[in-house]
């Protein structure tokens, strides 16, 4: 049933291609996301580190319940479900907002915790129907594996024993991070599905079908906390998940820019009518200042500066 909630929840020109008409996003400024696998092993460590960093560095949003600069990001995202999630409805702004969100937690590693890597993220399409093997769930050289236990624990790997502050759901109670991977759940992110996305022609058909299969494969195949709706960033895994979102979104963008770079479609909350603009503003807090939708449609257009390796 959680499967089918995140589902409905979250319902060729190469990337680099896409050059941005800001000054300020220059070729030997845009940053690249590196797939985790193919990462070299010293940034892969120092990226974990730097995750762990967060963990212990003090909150400072100030949002109830947090202890952990890393929980910042977590109730950021928890007290925000309403306006960034669907349960009968498609707010717009689930793309936009993501992507903010991808950077501002990746600027916090680099501000920080002295994280000087690239920015991970995950080829889904490789690891579809077998999660469990992928080199994300690695203990050794990814982020831990499956859970055990009652509760699900997980309990190895460099997230081994965290305690969670923020959620489930909309509470504020201490709990493990949990996995419990579905592979049924992870064929959902094969080639096929994402095929389906890129054969869309509008933002809301293309969301649709993401989310139905392609977002919501990552968020139950590997399970537990990813499943939590509300705080689901509680497992890092989160972060690198909706890099291979956003790298979709950005692929279908690219493939037509004039038409999809700035298109948008659907209300601004659940079950609204008021239609989403690219005016509309996000908030991260305090972390860094507010942005409208129209400032992260453009992953190079300025205030983004970033591409993927393929």
Known sequence: MLFFLFAVLALALPI??????????TPEKIQTRV??????RKDQKSYLEAVKCLM???????IKGTITRFDDMNAMHQVQAKTI?????????FLPFHRLYIHVYEQL???????????????????AGNFTHSPLLDPDTGFGGNGNGPDNCVTDGPFANTTLHIGPGQTLTDHCLSRKVNEINSTLGN???????????????FWEATGFKTHGAGHSGVGGVMEDIDASPGDP???IHHGFIDRLWWKWQSEDPDSRLYQLGGPSTQGGTEETTLDYVMTT??????????????????????????
Not at 35 to 40: I, Y
Not at 112 to 124: A, I, N
Request: glycine share 6%; net charge negative.
């Open 85 to 93: 999630h669907l349960v009968v409805s498609i707010p717009a702004q």
């Open 56 to 62: 212990q560095l003090p909150a400072q949003t100030g």
């Open 237 to 239: 895994l989160f972060y």
């Open 16 to 25: 680099s291609a896409m050059s941005s008409s800001n000054s300020t996003c």
């Open 109 to 127: 590693l680099r501000d920080e915790c002295d994280y000087k890597g690239p920015t991970p993220w995950w080829d889904e399409t490789r690891d």
């Open 285 to 310: 807090y305090g972390i860094c200042p507010n942005v409208t939708v129209k400032e992260v449609m453009d992953i190079q257009g300025g205030f983004l500066c970033y591409k993927y390796d393929y």
């Open 35 to 40: 797939e985790w696998a193919n990462m070299a």
């Open 191 to 205: 080639k096929t599905y994402v095929q389906e996305c890129h054969d869309k022609s509008t933002y809301l058909d």
